[in-house]
Every structure is written in structure tokens, then in C-alpha cells.
């Protein structure tokens, strides 16, 4: 269900951008007719444009987790009082960004500051590629403003740093192919009475797959003698198996999140991801170079300017 509906949303998405093309086509010809003016024209152009530069965003997320929700985290680093003050004003930016995508945002941790703000904040935000919008925010966020907390008015500098990783959610579909599987069946030893004892209803499961990182063949074998009857401990052991083959999915992802975390840079000068400058008025990406100046806007949650401008640069070609 969830393949038929991403590619419905596909199907449905090239619809809307056909029509609007259609749409400005006619909208031009009438204008050359006198029937339409150049602001219908250009208010056709923007719509249509609008929605191809979305699909063209999304058709940047093609990484296996990227349709996943995610656990975005937010550290004050240098800087002290402000910079709790600065990680808390990033998580009101995330929040209000997240409602208006209509993202679920469960808050997990929450830390407040020595005297204002937070010192580390843990949300898991669920909904369609949350993780492959937000992993453009992983990084250190540099704030620059004359600061309420500083009691000569100066101008200060601060750092927090976000850290975002795919949100594995406990309903993970685990499927296991008949065919890499082989039994054995023994007696079971122990309590259990007299059938236990002499009739092989002890199963011991085989499961033979490729690590997807090296390719290399593996094998599992899983022990299960629960039940009196062999079909009942057949069927305990292939859930003891899914079981183990969603660990070792969650231990890959936690190898990928280790990776980020490894990649990360001190939160201090020199590695900020991009700098938010208060008193230029000014948001600029250093990865990217897109930047704004309506600072406002950007703290209010409206950052798909610069998603889309990393997105487009760097996002086709990971995974």
C-alpha cells in the first residue's frame, strides 16, 4: 500500500503540473488576445513553476530513509545564556515549519537553560519525508545579534547544533523469503513431560541472507523449543527471526546516525552550516550560498527556501 500510494502521488503531481502548463498556455493566448492581461500571465507562470520546482525538490529524495519521519535534536553550544536562548528559538523555527507541512511533532526530551532557553531539546517529527527534508539541517546554525543578555548591548555570537536522523517506527514490515530457510527438528531435553521428550517437536531454523552493506552471505540459526507441538515452535521461531532481522535494520541505522555524528564539527567558529545575522537582516547557507533577508519569515518556519536550495545541490546524488 504505501508503493501504490508514492507512486500515486507521483502520478497525481505530473496531473496538476500538466494542467497548470495547460492552464498558462491558454491564459498566453488569451493574452494575445486581449482577453487576459500580463498579471493573469505571470500569476499562471508562478503556479505552474511552483509546482514543478516541488516535484523536482522531491524527486531529489531518493535515498531509502528519505520517506521516513524523523528524531531531530537541538544542542546550545558556545556562548552560554544566549545560546540556550538561540537553541530555543531554532526549535520554535522547527515547530512552526513542521505545522505547516502538517508534520506530527512529539516533543521526547527537553532540557531548559541555566537562566533562559534550552540547553538540548529531542523531538521526533512523523510524516512523509520529514527525514529527507529536514537531513538538510544537520549541522551547526550560527546566530549573530545584540544580545538581550548582555548588559553593554554588544554584539554577540552563538552556536547550537541540530542533529537529525531517519525515525525508524516499530511497524516495520520484515520480510522473510521461504526459500532461505531450512529446518531441522530434535528432541526436546528438559521439563515438559512425556511428548516433549520423545517426540521430535524441538525445531532449530536456518536462515541464510546477504549483508547488504558487504554482500557478505551470513547465516542465522535460532533454537525454539516453547511449545509441545513443532508447528507451534515453527512459528515462534520465524517470529524470533523477524525479530532479530529488525535489530540488525535498527543496528544499520544506528551505524548510519554514528556516521553523522562522527561527521559532525565542533560547535564553534569556522563550522557553522549557515549564519543567521539578526542586525543585517540577513539568512545565508554557507553550503549553498542561497541566502535572505527576510529574517523573520525564516525564523516563523519558512526554510524551504533553503531545503530546496540543498536539496538540489546535494540531495540526487547521496543514497
Known amino acids: 500500500m504505501r508503493k501504490v500510494r508514492g507512486i500515486k502521488s507521483w502520478i497525481t503531481a505530473y496531473d496538476e503540473i500538466n494542467a497548470a502548463a495547460e492552464e498558462l498556455q491558454l491564459a498566453f493566448d488569451f493574452n494575445k488576445e486581449g482577453i487576459t492581461t500580463e498579471e493573469e500571465v505571470d500569476a499562471a507562470y508562478a503556479t505552474a513553476i ?10 531529489m529524495l531518493r535515498s531509502e530513509e528519505d520517506h521516513l519521519g524523523a528524531v531531530l535534536k537541538i544542542n546550545a553550544g558556545a556562548g552560554g545564556t544566549e545560546a540556550q536562548d538561540w537553541a530555543e528559538m531554532l526549535y520554535r523555527m522547527y515547530s512552526r515549519w513542521c505545522e505547516s507541512k502538517g508534520y506530527k511533532v512529539t516533543l521526547t526530551n527537553w532540557l531548559d537553560g541555566d537562566d533562559a532557553g534550552i540547553k538540548t531539546v529531542t523531538v521526533q517529527v512523523e510524516g512523509d519525508y520529514a527525514y529527507g527534508y529536514l537531513k538538510s539541517e544537520n549541522g551547526v546554525h550560527r546566530l549573530v545579534r545584540v544580545s538581550p543578555y548582555n548588559a553593554q548591548g554588544k554584539r554577540m555570537t552563538s552556536f547550537s547544533s541540530v542533529s537529525v536522523v531517519p525515525l525508524v517506527d516499530d511497524t516495520i514490515e520484515i520480510d522473510v523469503n521461504p526459500g532461505d530457510i531450512t529446518w531441522d527438528t530434535f528432541r526436546s531435553s528438559g521439563a515438559g513431560g512425556q ?7 524441538g525445531v532449530r531454523l536456518h536462515y541464510t541472507y546477504k549483508d547488504p552493506d558487504t554482500g557478505e552471505a551470513k547465516e542465522i540459526v535460532i533454537e525454539n523449543t516453547e511449545s509441545r507441538s513443532q508447528f507451534g515452535n515453527k512459528d515462534n521461531a520465524i517470529r524470533l527471526l523477524k525479530s532479530q532481522l ?15 555524528e562522527a561527521g559532525k564539527k565542533k560547535i564553534e567558529w569556522g563550522s557553522q552550516i549557515r549564519s543567521y545575522v539578526f542586525d543585517d537582516r540577513r539568512v545565508k547557507d554557507h553550503r549553498t550560498d542561497y541566502q535572505t533577508s527576510n529574517v523573520g519569515a525564516v525564523m516563523d518556519g519558512e526554510i524551504d527556501a533553503f531545503i530546496k536550495a540543498y536539496l538540489m545541490e546535494f540531495g540526487g546524488g547521496e543514497g
Open 246 to 260: 529488525y535489530e540488525l535494520e535498527l543496528e544499520r541505522r544506528r551505524k548510519a546516525s554514528a556516521m553523522i
Open 195 to 201: 511428548n516433549v521428550n520423545k517426540v521430535e517437536t
Open 50 to 59: 511552483d509546482l514543478l520546482e516541488k516535484l523536482e525538490m522531491k524527486n
